[in-house]
């Protein structure tokens, strides 16, 4: 169980989860592994505001199809959101969605919410699969019966929603103190245990391996105790996302699953300015993005990869991601190789409508060092040190303009392979 | 030394080159390991037609710009090829363009040629480092001194462009049997080596990773006696290319130094139906792509990715790629799992702009055995076999269309990792 809860044991009130949210996670037995996956979060209010951020695959699971369909009829409230683990409930068809429809009115009714699409679902596991509903009900029953605001039931909660995460992800921004800490060590999430009367954004999330654009194999709830209207809570999310989890890329795929999802209790009875709220709700989500990073199936080494002086942000996007896709380049890394002609190669498949540059004059820098200078031998690869940390940057400069864009992604090891060559659907 | 040097030691003429040409492979002493690295094929003739398709990387290397130049000016002939491996002369810039030049006006000199254009260069190995012109001159020279017509050379030619192949890569159209043989067996091989007095076409290739569409980190030089217009011999390589070397794809990561050649020496006397030409032509090198997916660094298995019943055959195409580079699925197929969630995943990442198709209602069939369908649960996975061979059989079918496309790729291993985590730029 996670350092802090034990410390925080008596703690009055939740660390990661703010005001106006009850939560809980249990084990209904249907992960291999008997730990937690089932969590249930319920938004106390007084606001139920509620927004999603989805997976773009066509190939999308069935809570996803729900969910999404949920908040467009309510225009943006949920009073509880579901979310299970084990368990994708991705490819099950007609069936797997009136598996999704049933837990989520099961739960309506055990929280009497009159209405069962202001009950949100995400699931996350194995694809091609129906939920085994047998054991969801029950562990759904029990969930409810010890929704609580203890910090026992927030690490619950966030080992709940995880699949091959090795820790849970928890990030925290706390206003009275203008802090963001992210659940690494206990101090630095104790720090954000304030109670002070202010607003607070706080969340978790889940996901390793299948992270790629238009987010990942991954779950992320984020809550908040400040007052937002949907219209402020679906803007600030989607800014917080293509900022975040829209930026990192771990192996290139892209699940059926992805959900993001803010809520919003208003428990704080503060309205913050917009622009400061979607600011610091942006650096939580990156705070679980980069989290993720750093857990992804076998990695040992993050990779920033920074693509200055485009044209345009997309153009810098675009070649990142091809940089940042290049297996080639993330066995190199592995290998503690310097290896820049594979950068450069990477940027030069990127086509000229996806980024403007001149293929003979663009500079490399690996952790510091330009190994190279207008497409060509740069400074000496002997200075480049990589096996040291774990944290590897790459700077690509196309020398065309003034913007710029990060994607973070992993090395390629024996650990991602032997990880995804042994998960079994 | 491959066994069929052995055995057709004394056999009249080449096995695999046509009649017209002189060639020659020697060790310059690039390759750290000693193994040859420097090859020369000579046209004589009568006819001195060439034709070229090189990789669209714009970030590409020093002899794929000249090649490309020396073509567009001779209007599509060559009377030699000058091949080197252990560098790749990638991003050296302008020093790196006049060691290529210089590389080809020294052949050119020693065989008389006036016109250095009409010289064609290619090289592969590692990108980033200048190429060893004090060994690379003197291996020019000792090349063009052992030029022969000996099945020997044959076999010094074809391990002259090799890097981290593990076999040479050889394969023959004999028109007199109207049979394809690749450079497996001995048999196969010898198969081709008729007297008959018909047109052959025969070629080498190396390539073993970094191979993507629009082609490999490969080389590939194709002769054939028949005779042809230069316009001809483009005409039929770019076909040839498109349905061979273009559908493969081991790695997603396009090499800047991709070449293909064909060469016409038109020394059979016999002009061919272009449209047979172009067949068999695509033939041998279909043959040739397939030997370098066998050979990909470090696959346990080959992967036939077959997209059926598309509405335009590009869609086909581009799911195919999209399925082809899942290092999801690879890793499944690698560990025998057959995890048909990932391919329907990696379907669905496609825009709708490059396929269309109902995401609700694909098959997926693995080895045979329809585990997915209507993107949902079909046959008992238990059905499938993967572990047992090493040919690995996916069929994605989008029901929506009639047109179909096919793309060889492999599964991810340790092997692939271990190989590029420690090949060294």
Same mark, same amino acid.
């Given at each position: 169980?996670?350092?802090?809860?034990?410390?925080?044991?008596?703690?009055?009130?939740?660390?990661?989860?703010?005001?106006?949210?009850?939560?809980?996670?249990?084990?209904?037995?249907?992960?291999?592994?008997?730990?937690?996956?089932?969590?249930?979060?319920?938004?106390?209010?007084?606001?139920?505001?509620?927004?999603?951020?989805?997976?773009?695959?066509?190939?999308?699971?069935?809570?996803?199809?729900?969910?999404?369909?949920?908040?467009?009829?309510?225009?943006?409230?949920?009073?509880?959101?579901?979310?299970?683990?084990?368990?994708?409930?991705?490819?099950?068809?007609?069936?797997?969605?009136?598996?999704?429809?049933?837990?989520?009115?099961?739960?309506?009714?055990?929280?009497?919410?009159?209405?069962?699409?202001?009950?949100?679902?995400?699931?996350?596991?194995?694809?091609?699969?129906?939920?085994?509903?047998?054991?969801?009900?029950?562990? $759904?029953?029990?969930?409810?019966?010890?929704?609580?605001?203890?910090?026992?039931?927030?690490?619950?909660?966030?080992?709940? @929603?995880?699949?091959?995460?090795?820790?849970?992800?928890?990030?925290?921004?706390?206003?009275?103190?203008?802090? =963001?800490?992210?659940?690494?060590?206990?101090?630095?999430?104790?720090?954000?245990?304030?109670?002070?009367?202010?607003?607070? @954004?706080?969340? $978790?999330?889940?996901?390793?391996?299948?992270?790629?654009?238009?987010?990942?194999?991954? =779950?992320?709830?984020?809550?908040?105790?400040?007052?937002?209207?949907?219209?402020?809570? %679906?803007?600030?999310?989607?800014?917080?996302?293509?900022?975040? *989890?829209?930026?990192?890329?771990?192996?290139?795929?892209?699940?059926?699953?992805?959900?993001?999802?803010?809520?919003?209790?208003?428990?704080?009875?503060?309205?913050?300015?917009?622009?400061? *709220?979607?600011?610091?709700?942006?650096?939580?989500?990156?705070?679980?993005?980069?989290?993720?990073?750093?857990?992804?199936?076998?990695?040992?080494? %993050?990779?920033?990869?920074?693509?200055?002086?485009?044209?345009?942000?997309?153009?810098?996007?675009?070649?990142?991601?091809?940089?940042?896709?290049?297996?080639?380049?993330?066995?190199?890394?592995?290998?503690?190789?310097?290896?820049?002609?594979?950068?450069?190669?990477?940027?030069?498949?990127?086509?000229?409508?996806?980024?403007? *540059?001149?293929?003979?004059?663009?500079?490399?820098?690996?952790?510091?060092?330009? $190994?190279?200078?207008?497409?060509? @031998?740069?400074?000496?690869?002997?200075?480049?040190?990589?096996?040291?940390?774990?944290?590897?940057?790459?700077?690509?400069?196309?020398?065309?303009?003034?913007?710029?864009?990060? =994607?973070?992604?992993?090395?390629?090891?024996?650990?991602?392979?032997?990880?995804?060559?042994?998960?079994?659907?």
């Amino acid at each position: 169980m996670c350092k802090f809860v034990q410390k925080l044991w008596y703690n009055e009130g939740m660390v990661v989860f703010t005001r106006g949210f009850e939560i809980a996670g249990v084990s209904a037995g249907m992960k291999k592994s008997g730990r937690n996956d089932v969590a249930v979060i319920k938004n106390t209010g007084p606001n139920k505001v509620a927004a999603g951020v989805f997976t773009t695959n066509r190939v999308h699971a069935a809570p996803v199809k729900y969910s999404r369909l949920a908040l467009a009829k309510t225009g943006g409230n949920a009073e509880a959101v579901l979310i299970n683990s084990g368990c994708a409930n991705a490819c099950t068809g007609e069936r797997g969605y009136e598996h999704t429809v049933e837990s989520a009115q099961y739960l309506a009714q055990l929280l009497n919410i009159e209405d069962t699409n202001r009950v949100l679902v995400a699931s996350t596991g194995s694809i091609g699969k129906f939920i085994e509903m047998d054991k969801f009900l029950p562990g $759904i029953l029990r969930a409810t019966e010890q929704l609580s605001t203890s910090p026992q039931n927030e690490f619950a909660v966030a080992s709940a @929603i995880c699949t091959t995460d090795t820790v849970e992800k928890m990030a925290v921004y706390n206003r009275s103190t203008d802090t =963001i800490s992210s659940g690494k060590t206990l101090e630095e999430l104790a720090s954000a245990t304030s109670e002070e009367n202010n607003w607070k @954004i706080g969340g $978790i999330s889940k996901g390793a391996g299948m992270i790629a654009p238009q987010l990942a194999t991954m =779950i992320s709830v984020i809550t908040t105790d400040a007052v937002l209207t949907s219209a402020q809570a %679906d803007e600030a999310l989607k800014y917080a996302v293509e900022y975040s *989890f829209n930026r990192i890329d771990a192996d290139g795929c892209m699940s059926t699953n992805d959900t993001v999802l803010l809520l919003s209790s208003g428990a704080s009875g503060i309205v913050p300015d917009l622009d400061e *709220f979607k600011e610091k709700l942006q650096g939580v989500a990156y705070a679980l993005a980069r989290q993720m990073i750093a857990d992804t199936e076998g990695s040992s080494h %993050d990779i920033e990869v920074k693509v200055i002086n485009a044209l345009e942000e997309v153009h810098a996007l675009n070649v990142a991601r091809s940089v940042a896709r290049s297996n080639l380049l993330k066995c190199a890394i592995f290998g503690s190789d310097p290896n820049w002609g594979r950068i450069l190669a990477s940027v030069g498949v990127v086509s000229e409508a996806d980024a403007v *540059f001149d293929a003979k004059n663009i500079d490399v820098a690996l952790n510091g060092v330009w $190994i190279c200078k207008n497409s060509g @031998i740069g400074e000496p690869r002997e200075l480049v040190k990589i096996s040291e940390n774990r944290a590897v940057s790459i700077v690509v400069d196309l020398k065309v303009g003034s913007k710029s864009a990060t =994607i973070l992604t992993n090395d390629l090891t024996y650990g991602y392979v032997k990880e995804n060559a042994e998960y079994t659907t």
